[in-house]
Each structure stands twice: as structure tokens, then as C-alpha cells.
């Protein structure tokens, strides 16, 4: 089996996540919002999770989103100078191969026809998808970026690869580079940026085109470099991007590692943008002048999951991670 088959094959991971913050006064009250969990999808079966909280909240609620996906609302209103967040979960995944040949059946402008048609997701999706966002400004820019890739006769299978290719190859991936107010202009102009940044772009380029794109929230599975071990807590959260194609499937692309989304790739959230899935935001009451931030996650493949891949007649061989 290639290394690329086996990317495809079903896996069963835990994933710990652990975020802690460091005051140099007492925080003496917490009122958080965020995405502390997985999230089910067709590819993926959340089996068990567990959610803890130093120190012991106040308050804990959960409720579903307008996207669907499971926000967390805590308030900690005990003394601290710690506050930490950790989720442990235990997820079957099996995502499906992209069939490029079923994709090129469409050019661009089909699709996107398609998708402001009664063939396309329902309207109030189709337009939250599709339209400006606040960290995704459509401009002449993001067009004329778009224009050289998602052309409107080209068959929709390759304009997709396309697309995270050359973000892939023109941009640099460099950490420090970009922040999250960064706009898109800016980022066209820097060639760089980070996962976050490259997501934002092509979901600006795809909806520019109108094709309906959301951002997604998760984790990938990553491995050590030969003869070395791989670091506790040395893992990331990541970003990609999911589109929506004819016949109504969802296709998820990562622009930072060129390519299709695979079984290595774990979701929490998704939505328009960054500002829709960040992990953990809120206020805090301190006298606190200095905070730090840090963030372990650990993706840990346990055995081969128990699921069936879905069907899969024409399958597509991406191209690995580096």
C-alpha cells in the first residue's frame, strides 16, 4: 500500500488539547466562549470526550451554533493567575478520496450556477457561504487572484487542486509574518503567511467565483522526522477549507500542505472565517499588566477506527505532506 492509500484509511485518534494562560495578578473574574470539542461529520465519529477546566467554573453551558457546531460558554469567578483548558477525545475518522473525474464533469461556472440554483445547498447557506465576511473582504485583488485559477470554462476538479497548488507553491509559510487582522490584499501582497491566512484567501478566491466556501477548524495528524521522536505537545490546531460542489458534497482543500483533505485530518468547527471558530475568546476583570499564552496538542493515532470508508470508484492519488 502507498503512503498516499494509506492516508485514506480509517484510523481512531486521541487528540488532547490543553490551553493555558498565565497572569501576573489575580484574575478575579473569566467569561469565556469557544469551541472546546469535535464535531460529528459524515467522515468522522466522536466516540468519547472529556472537558477540564482549572479552575472548577462557575458556570459551564453548551448549546449548538448557527453552523451546527457545539460552542462551550464558561465563567470562572474564583480567584486565579492559571486558567487552563484541557479536551481529551477519542474520534473515528475515514474520509473519503476526492474523484476528480466526477468533479471535472462541471467547469466553475456550472458549479457555481448550480449553487444559487434549487440544485444547490439551501439559500440562507448558499448566501452565509458565498458572501464577504469580516476577515474575508472580497476585492479586485482576491478577484483578479481568483480569475487566474478558478477561470469560468475550466473543469472544476482541476481548478480546485489548482487553487491550493498554487497557494502552496507562491506563498510562504512564516509564522509571525501575518496576524489575524492581516486582510487579504495584504497577504497577496506579503506572498506569506500561515494556515489561517492561506484559508482565508481561498475561500476569498472561491467565493469570488461563486462557489459557496467555509473555514475549518481543526487538527492534523503530523510524524517525527526520521530517526527522531516526535515531541509531547509538539502538534498544532490547523485550518483548511471546504467548498461545495454538484450533487451537494462538500470538498474539503488544505492550501498550506497541497492537498485534498484526508483520514489524517480531525475537525472541530467550521464557519465563514477565523472569527467564527476561534478556540477560546472572552473577558477577563484583572489588575493583571502581562499574560501569557500557551497551547500543547497531542494527536495521537490509537488502532485502525471500525468504520467503512465511503464508496470510492475513482479514486484520486493527492499528493503528501512534506
Sequence with gaps: MSQAEADFQPRRYQVRHTTTYEYDAEVVGCYERGFLSLRATPHQVVVALDVDISPEPDVVSTHVDFF???SYYVEARSRHTTFSVTMLATVDVAWPRVDLAH???WTVSQAAALADSA????LVTAAIYRLPSQLIEITEEVAAFARGILAPDRPLGDALADLYGTIYRDFAYTTGATSVKTTLPEILELKAGVCQDFAHLAIGALRSVGLPARYVSGYIETTAAPGTDKLAGSDATHAWVSTW???GTWVDLDPTNDHFADSRYIVTAWGRDYRDVSPLKG???TESKKST???AVDV?????APLTPPPDPRPLDPRPLD
Design 293 to 295: 499564552m500557551t497551547v
Design 103 to 105: 468533479l471535472n464533469r
Design 68 to 70: 451546527g457546531n457545539e
Design 119 to 122: 440544485a444547490g445547498p439551501d
Design 245 to 247: 460542489t454538484p450533487g
Design 300 to 304: 495521537t493515532t490509537l488502532a485502525p
Design 283 to 285: 473577558i477577563i476583570f
